[in-house]
Structure formats: C-alpha cells, structure tokens
C-alpha cells in the first residue's frame, strides 16, 4: 500500500518542523538570530509548499518582511492554517 503524496508531505513537514522548533530553542538562547531567522523562512517554506497551507498574499507578506530592517525572520500562523504572519524581530543593544 502507498501513500498519497500529500501525506507524505505533510509528514515530511511535521518531523522537519519539530527539528527545526527544537533547534531554534537552542539558537535563542545562543542569541544566534541569524539562524532563528533563516529557520523561520524554512518553515514557512515548508508550511506553502509540503503542507499546501499558505496563500499568495501570506507568501507576499513573508517576501516583504525578508527586506525589512530588523526582521530577522517571518513565517505564517494562526487558527487554521493561513490566519496571520508573524515576524521574528529583535532589538540589538549597541
């Protein structure tokens, strides 16, 4: 018996995403932002293409964050897959 593509998508993301939540766990506390940021682009990624969850205006809003200044990060979330885009943003101290 075979899987259907879609399953194995999604449960490519899910054991990808929780590497992914546990690494970066590890990174903030090594305040390594750069790479919680590119983890965060990652799953997002994941999220558009494996899960088929996002839309075109999520992808956009996740596009545009990647050139705003101090976002290190950004992803979509929310109730149901789709309901909003969160930014990873931290202050740096001088």
């Known amino acids: 018996m075979q899987c259907e593509e879609i399953v194995l998508k999604g ?4 054991v990808e995403e929780i590497a992914r ?4 766990a590890q ?6 932002y750069k ?3 590119r983890l965060f682009y ?6 558009s293409k494996l899960m088929e969850v996002s839309c075109p205006e999520l992808d956009q809003l ?7 200044d101090g976002v290190f990060g ?13 930014a990873f943003e931290v202050e740096l101290e001088n």
Do not use: N, P, W, Y
């Open 27 to 32: 990174l903030l506390e090594e305040k390594d």
């Open 35 to 37: 790479e919680v940021g």
């Open 74 to 86: 950004a992803r979509m979330t929310g109730g149901g897959f789709g309901g909003c885009v969160i």
């Open 62 to 68: 996740v596009h545009i964050m990647r050139s705003s």
């Open 42 to 47: 990652q799953s997002h990624e994941s999220l």
């Open 21 to 24: 939540t546990e690494l970066v």
């Open 11 to 14: 449960a490519k993301h899910v």
